[in-house]
């Protein structure tokens, strides 16, 4: 039997809306010698229907079924695994999907090199307007060292910061992952922390295709991305078992503030995501008794933190009951313009036309909002200078070049700072005639 190239492992739970244009996506891959290994984990809807289908019309489509463990997509992922025939690996979630040719690409550079990783970059999907954005911290290229091929030795202090640490922008060398013992861990929502980070450094030899091959759905509200609430120490579970791996490899001094700085931005990430008091609050107070002692972050100079806003919320956490944050942040909230509402200014911008929203405060998320249930145009790139303190799905204003559009919006209040921006834009290579701003004279 012909060994196929590539082995793709879906994990499917209840993603029956989006599992078609998954699949679709994979099996129309430029590259043919791959085999396409679904588990589904337990799924209640027509999801089982749907991969019968595809199995019934294509053989290079495996289906495993398998009772559901409660524990996330990790043990689909190990089933997956442990069935895979192919020279590499490649993992993809049942609610994104791949460009066609990334499977042929990732593999051409895999073999070019001999390299036991590949990593690519990715698209924002929002499910809710059907719109593709451009993240800025998938793959920090600019971390990367500037070689072909490299290992975490070449950046130990920035290795986890370089990719977002997600495995479905990640070809692996199946022997390799055989020969390293590399396994999903059985938790929720950072099942795939541990996987990718050990990967990184477990790796003799990376390498990069630098192209947004993925594409990653957000806005959706699928049982596959079930509310981190209901699991809000899935988080440290991920970090703490990574910690442990890092130092029985030999390497944890190596990486440390690497590690700690993921560690960090990773538990700040999941309080801003916690939709309970209850997890909101037993998070805070574990980070500060318990969380943040056992990651290392406790006790490290201001200097250590790679960014100032993680290192504000640190000393925030460490400093401050968690009932009298949320107290201070609702009367701040009262008396700032944060409850005044910014209409949308459809007179500045063509209807159904393609934009990028310039600005993540107040104005910025008031548009935002209102695009997304108006559908009046579409937000391409949703960016602002401070990008990396936002997170998703804002990115870095460079990220502008990257794309199409017919205009961009600038969504501040203040017209002085928005006429800097403009001056800003035009240095960056914008034309002026596509700058909009509803306070321009």
């Known amino acids: 039997m012909t060994i196929p190239y590539v ?12 599992l078609r244009q998954c699949l679709d996506s994979v099996m129309g891959q430029t590259l043919m010698g791959i085999e396409v290994i679904c588990v589904d984990d337990g799924s209640t809807d027509n999801s089982p229907d ?6 019934a019309k294509d053989r290079r489509v495996q289906v495993i079924t398998q009772e559901n463990k409660s524990a996330g997509a990790a043990e689909a992922r190990n089933t997956g695994l442990a069935a895979a025939r192919g020279e590499y690996v490649s993992f993809l979630d049942s609610d994104d ?23 690519c970059n990715a698209n924002y999907y ?17 971390l990367l060292p500037d070689k072909a091929v490299f290992s975490y030795k070449d950046f130990p202090s920035t290795v986890f910061q370089a990719t977002i640490g997600t495995v479905w922008n990640m070809l692996l060398r199946r022997d390799y992952v055989i020969k390293n013992n590399l396994k999903f861990q059985a938790v929720h929502h950072a099942d795939d922390l541990f996987f990718a980070a050990m990967a990184m450094v477990k790796a003799e030899s990376i390498t990069v295709v630098d192209e947004r091959f993925v594409y990653y759905r957000m806005n959706i509200s699928s049982s596959q991305r079930e509310t981190k609430s209901a ?14 791996a890092l130092i029985e490899a030999g390497v944890y001094n190596e990486v440390k503030q690497s590690f700690v700085n993921k560690c960090i931005s990773y538990h700040i990430w999941y309080l801003d995501t916690m939709k309970s008091w209850e997890s909101f609050r037993f998070l805070w ?81 008031s548009y935002y909002t209102q695009l997304v249930y108006s559908r009046y145009c579409q937000v391409v790139l949703w960016v602002d200078k401070k990008w990396d303190s936002i997170g998703a799905p804002v990115s870095d204003v460079s990220m502008i070049l990257e ?3 017919d205009a961009v919006l600038i969504a501040i209040e203040n017209k002085n700072v928005a006429m800097a921006i403009k001056d800003d834009l035009i240095g960056l290579g914008v034309k002026e005639e596509k700058i909009a701003y509803p306070y321009f004279d």
Request: glycine share 6%.
């Open 50 to 55: 749907i991969l019968r289908e595809y199995r």
């Open 285 to 365: 107070l574990n980070m500060r008794d318990r969380y943040f002692r056992d990651l290392d972050i406790a006790g490290q100079s201001k200097d250590y933190f790679y960014s100032a806003y993680a290192y504000g919320w640190y000393e925030r956490i460490m400093q401050t009951e968690p009932e009298d944050w949320v107290y201070r942040s609702y009367i701040s909230m009262k008396s700032s313009t944060n409850v005044v509402s910014f209409p949308f200014p459809e007179s500045c911008v063509p209807k159904g036309g393609k934009i990028v929203l310039y600005g993540a405060g107040d104005v910025g998320k």
């Open 126 to 142: 929002d499910d809710t307007v059907g719109v593709t954005t451009v993240p800025g911290a998938i793959l920090n290229a600019h």
């Open 403 to 405: 794309v199409c559009y």
């Open 7 to 18: 082995s793709v492992i879906i994990p499917v739970y209840n993603t029956a809306r989006y």
């Open 231 to 244: 699991w809000p120490d899935g988080a440290f579970k991920a970090c703490f078992a990574l910690k442990e």
């Open 97 to 119: 999907f791949f460009e066609p040719a990334m499977l042929e690409k990732m593999f051409a550079k895999a073999e070019e090199c001999a390299t036991d990783v590949v990593l």
